[in-house]
Nanobody
Framework: VQLQASGGGSVQAGGSMKLSCAASEGTVSSYVVGWFRQAPGKEREFVAAFNGKTGATFYASSVKGRYTISKDNSKNTIILQMNSLRPEDTAVYYC????????????????WGQGTLVTVSS
């Protein structure tokens, strides 16, 4: 599967932003699709994931209640809706997919899209 992330940009704290992860050469219904982020000087970390086979969703504690991950079937796309954004959410966001990741950590996802930068100003 090939992944294309889009939707990043700049927003003020408290604002919202929507990221999209469009899949090609495969259907998101066959994968677990995750969003990860990497802030300057920090390791890449898990944000949220959507199990395309079951519809189950998973969130990091730092974003639970503020972010929502969902599937747009008509576009073969996974959406990450981010609300109540904070300056500490600033990072490059990546989407990744794997048919059956052992864990929700970056090393267990095989296919990666390019990153999209999200900047939240205070």
């Amino acid at each position: 599967v090939q992944l294309q992330a889009s939707g990043g940009g700049s927003v003020q704290a408290g604002g919202s932003m929507k990221l999209s992860c469009a899949a090609s050469e495969g259907t998101v219904s066959s994968y677990v699709v995750g969003w990860f982020r990497q802030a300057p000087g920090k390791e890449r970390e898990f944000v949220a994931a959507f199990n395309g086979k079951t519809g189950a969703t998973f969130y990091a504690s730092s974003v639970k209640g503020r972010y929502t991950i969902s599937k747009d079937n008509s576009k073969n796309t996974i959406i990450l809706q981010m609300n109540s954004l904070r300056p500490e959410d600033t990072a490059v966001y990546y989407c990744a997919a794997d048919p059956l990741p052992a864990t929700l950590t970056p090393g267990d996802f095989k296919s990666w899209g390019q990153g999209t930068l999200v900047t939240v100003s205070s």
